[in-house]
């Protein structure tokens, strides 16, 4: 039997882009051996091929024109690793509609543009794979879209941007502010020279869409999504959490409610029994509870351009084998073919929290903190009062509570920001159990 | 477009048949709405009904003639969950000669026959699915040939066993001896009534068998695997252990070496920060190190019947595709397609090792024991002598060495047995370290 050949080109040559190329040069033949088929890189598409000269690509791929590329019949498979929502939406609309396969990393562009891609997609008879836009290396798309098929799929909890478990990795185990830790994630190329997108939750927020979707099997409303990102967390949070026994992560949330679906981007106080606990530094781990397999998780490094590309590449294998068609033609769990979630507001999110006022060191103050909780139907589970070192005059009363819902705890904390001795709105974190397996 | 519509036969209703025919019908409209494919259940082929009724599945299901069955052109998949490696490698063989596609659990079937059902399947232009065959419900098999299909795999490490897991999670956390946790696992029903399976590292061994070959896309000898099971697991050593910083799993580790690849089954020590000491009770984990992912980890529950059903049937959807057989054509991993591994001996593995000596109460016994081990290379890490409450007139001298190999560990325990003062063989534990991401 003759092997199977197809070309792939690469556009867009970053970090992502230059080591997807570069491990379908290196390994070629080991593909070859593994795939049984041949993958050939044919072309790298780019405007500057710094990049790609640097990490000794043959400049014979190089190639500027993208049009070029979709007249070459033997190209098959296009992997967009340009970044961003415009120029690489036209471009991957443009290789659709040239009928060709796009593999791509791009998070942002499918948790905004992915229904519309797919239809394009669909329209021109062709795919999109995207196994590398989520948990870099960890193959979560295919578990949550082929590995776990056979579940009801009933909420996952991802720690799924690397910049920021490493800074809070570091803010807990160094007791570095936030603002240190960040600066030597810089240092250390764990971060980017601009940060925002990561640590504002922005990039946890499109992958949770992007998971989201797929679990669930219905279209999620990017824009109605609850994010909060790391990047106003107080090391004082950190240290008193620590001491009631919790450790902080960002995690992006999806929970199948009754209702409809809860979905958010927040830190979170885990107990260290918790089994994100121990997911430290720049790696990602996803939870998925699925209503026949129970608990199962997901670990691996979730950036970086050698772990994404090797997502790039499996689907690269996999278009090449047509089963990324088959099953976008098959399943019915892509945005483009599903209904509208009910996406639950945050108010209505359930659980324990953590929360801080910073008081007026006079008496009374915890007695009309309570009495402000009680009248919100919040439970104490546990309060502490503490000298605090970064106001004059004031100190720092931690509670945590029993489980409520997040809109009791906003009105509480207006409240309570309203009280004489109070000179700033208090904070609170949401506290996550163990989800429960097989809860129904 | 017309729903796709495959008939499903589940051959045997034991605990998992059981399950996968319950998952079938109980959640159709969920399959149905999430695979945009209807999989009905046509046929529950077994001797006994009894588990099939108790269950309130429907007896118009129920067939004790599997000929019957495969004479129904309706029928695409055959769900084999028999079990054992007989009757179960007759049936197999007759479903795959009967052009239909086979999905099993049946890890000692495929460990042991293998490349010879993967060859009939390919004889009669089918294929087998076995995602459920390693780790229960946890997608590994797919992580393997597909979702890390474009690494090369350096190596592998699981906690692939939940009955030896759950034992000793007893062992270290409550001190109780192997037979009394055997014992209450037993009540708890999670151990076989005849555990010898599970303890002796058999289970694991099967696992291990599958995982590799398709790990390294090479042929594996099952007969040549190394396998120590927990069965002869002394609990003092566990508490030796712990006193080291130590928890003792029971591993399976495969590892791609210069020349050739080193596979074991055995109780292994590892540091409490390594990444699978916190998979505790039934659960199992694999960490799988891939050249160009680096480290990524799977966990999740590793039997049952619900968990393994989910496995199960996403093979049935895979094969409804015609994913299964579209892989098993394709890819050259399977192991009727592949070389024979180069198996190394058990001699050559490298490694710490911690080991104990119950000797004399005497003087000189440490000083006999160290020269010993210098002459056979081996360096002391640490050192410590303690009384012991097992032998009279005795004490346990327990050593860990720096990084030597299994062979001279061995040549070395002979030379201290054979010493005066020394009654009993001296135990030894291999000492796992995390494994070196990016090693090369």
Same mark, same amino acid.
């Given at each position: 039997?003759?092997?199977? #050949?197809?070309?792939?080109? !690469? ?53 500027? $024109?993208? +049009?070029? !590329? ?5 190209? @098959? ?27 791509? /990393? ?9 229904? +519309? ?9 062709? /795919?999109?794979?995207?196994? *590398? ?20 799929? =009933? *909420? ?28 030597? %994630? ?11 997108? +990561?640590?504002?939750?922005? $990039? ?55 209702? @409809? ?49 090797? %997502?790039?590449? %499996?689907?690269?294998?996999?278009? %090449? ?29 359930? @659980? ?11 008496? @009374? ?15 104490? /589970? ?9 106001? =004059? ?31 700033? #709105? ?5 506290? !996550? ?8």
């Amino acid at each position: 039997m003759s092997m199977k #050949k197809i070309g792939v080109a !690469v556009i867009g040559c970053g970090i992502v882009g230059g080591a997807t190329a570069k491990l379908l040069v290196n390994d070629k033949e080991l593909l070859k051996t593994r795939t049984g088929m041949e993958l050939e890189l044919k072309y790298i598409v780019d405007v500057n091929f710094s990049r790609a000269q640097d990490l000794g690509l043959d400049s014979s791929l190089f190639q500027s $024109d993208l +049009d070029k !590329v979709l007249s070459d019949p033997e190209i @098959g498979i296009c992997v967009e690793t340009v970044g961003g929502t415009t120029i690489a939406k036209d471009i991957t609309e443009k290789i659709l509609k040239a009928g060709r396969q796009v593999v791509t /990393a791009n998070k942002a562009l499918l948790a905004i543009h992915g229904p +519309d891609l797919m239809k394009t997609a669909r329209e021109n008879n062709t /795919a999109i794979g995207f196994e *590398a836009s989520c948990g870099g290396g960890i193959p979560i798309i295919r578990a949550l879209c082929d590995g776990l098929s056979a579940n009801r799929i =009933d *909420a996952f909890y991802g720690i799924v941007n690397g910049t920021c478990n490493y800074i809070l990795t570091e803010m807990i185990q160094k007791g570095q502010s936030y603002a240190d830790a960040l600066s030597d %994630a810089q240092k250390d190329g764990l971060a980017e020279a601009d940060p925002t997108l +990561d640590v504002t939750g922005g $990039d946890s927020s499109h992958k949770l869409a992007i998971m989201a979707a797929l679990s669930f099997g219905q279209h999620i409303d990017y824009d109605k999504l609850f994010v909060q990102g790391i990047d106003t967390l107080d090391l004082a949070d950190v240290k008193y959490g620590a001491e009631l026994g919790y450790i902080v992560k960002l995690l992006a949330i999806a929970q199948r409610k009754e209702n @409809g679906i809860s979905l958010r981007v927040a830190p979170a106080f885990i107990k260290q029994k918790h089994p994100l606990a121990w997911v430290s530094g720049p790696f990602n781990a996803v939870s998925v509870y699925g209503s026949s397999v129970g608990h199962t998780m997901y670990y691996g490094r979730g950036a970086g351009g050698s772990p994404t590309a090797s %997502a790039v590449v %499996a689907d690269v294998i996999s278009a %090449a084998m047509g089963i990324t068609k088959i099953q976008f033609e098959t399943l019915n769990i892509w945005p483009d073919k599903t209904e509208p979630a009910v996406q639950l507001p945050v108010e209505d999110f359930e @659980g324990k929290y953590y929360m801080r006022a910073i008081v007026a060191d006079q008496p @009374g103050m915890l007695s009309r903190l309570s009495a402000i909780l009680a009248e919100h139907n919040i439970s104490i /589970a546990s309060a502490l009062q503490k000298e605090t070192e970064e106001y =004059d005059a004031a100190v720092s009363i931690v509670i945590t509570t029993y489980s409520t819902n997040e809109g009791n705890i906003k009105k509480a904390v207006d409240a309570i920001e309203k009280l004489d001795g109070v000179s700033r #709105k208090p904070i609170y974190i949401g506290i !996550v159990d163990e989800h429960e397996e097989f809860a129904d």
